[in-house]
């Protein structure tokens, strides 16, 4: 019902910047909350930002705040711009999608991308 397909992960050395994408195609009008998790090999799935369909952001104190900004393009791409980059970053990086305006926790979110690999290493 609806795709969503991650781009803009790679290698960066610590202090750097990427910035994620995530394409949204089908019925995106129909999910108002667009949102970011990160998960790192045996690690749980973890929340890093969410957008409401207005454009209220939401953001993980611990993992984003102050350093990551998510933002929407016409309600059919949504970006993570992430700046100081730390080692503790490394994970991957998926979009999703999700009918719950303030959540935050994977079972919130219907649809998921397939994930991109962000590495932060010297």
């Known amino acids: 019902q609806v795709r969503l397909v991650e781009s803009g992960g790679g290698l960066v050395q610590p202090g750097g910047s990427l910035r994620l994408s995530c394409a949204a195609s089908?019925?995106?009008?129909?999910?108002?909350?667009m949102a970011w998790f990160r998960q790192a090999p045996g690690k749980e799935r973890e929340f890093v930002a969410a957008i409401s369909w207005s454009g209220s952001e939401i953001y993980s104190v611990d993992s984003a705040k102050g350093r990551f900004t998510i933002s929407r393009d016409n309600k059919n791409t949504v970006y993570l711009q992430m700046n100081s980059l730390k080692p503790e970053d490394t994970a991957v990086y998926y979009c999703a999608a999700g009918w719950i305006d303030t959540g935050t926790r994977p079972n919130d979110y219907d649809y998921w991308g397939q994930g991109t690999q962000v590495t932060v290493s010297s």
């Open positions: 089908g019925r995106t009008v129909s999910s108002p909350t």
